[in-house]
């Protein structure tokens, strides 16, 4: 009898540790396909709110005075884009402010241009400010989620050049001749990102 008992107890602790075992993965299972479902939504919200971006130029470098108000900006965006090219009116212009609070020195101006092709124009001649020396930068206006995938980009060893496209981060590798596409965190292993900073992203919220 104490030999049957003791088969007993073995099988029952054993179906018992395995139905636990069972119980506990499923739960990592249904834990691991939330968190990734909630990831999934993150990107598709970051992308609608890039989309929305779409006709905004963020212009570094444009020199600040006191109580200067929005034509004036306007004005100073104007010249800007003469200076490179581009005839830019007021009526082109849907509005544009500084960035930051106020009392900042150097803010960047933020530009909502009323026709993405006057935006593109300013964009693509963007390089003729270096040509002229000029210490002024025209970026898109990412997302901040978009921004810190652009600045870890720019550290990887892997990376020779990096611009950014209708909000995506086009790398260009050190070994091959062809850039690659970054659009969502999930490519980041094209620069050899495994496992990305979800920190650093913002979104260690959704990571636990």
Known sequence: MPGIANIIVVAVSTAVATA???????????SAEKQRSCLLSRFDNDR???YM???NLRIFGIEEEPDEDEDI???????????????????DISIAYRLG????QGRPVLVRFCHRKNRNAVLNKKK???KKQKKIYINEDLTPLRAAMLKIVKEQATVRNVTTRDGKVIAWLID???PVDINTPDDLH???ITSPDWKRLKLDYLIQ
Request: aromatic share 2%; hydrophobic share 35%.
């Open 128 to 130: 003729e400010l270096k």
């Open 48 to 50: 609608l709110e890039q």
């Open 20 to 30: 636990i075992k069972d119980y506990t993965n499923k739960l990592v299972s249904n």
């Open 73 to 91: 900006i306007q004005a100073k965006v104007i010249e800007v884009a003469a200076d490179i090219g581009v005839k830019i009116e007021a009526n």
């Open 190 to 192: 094209k620069v050899g």
């Open 53 to 55: 971006r779409g006709d």
């Open 101 to 104: 609070g106020e009392g900042g």
């Open 176 to 178: 091959r001749e062809r």
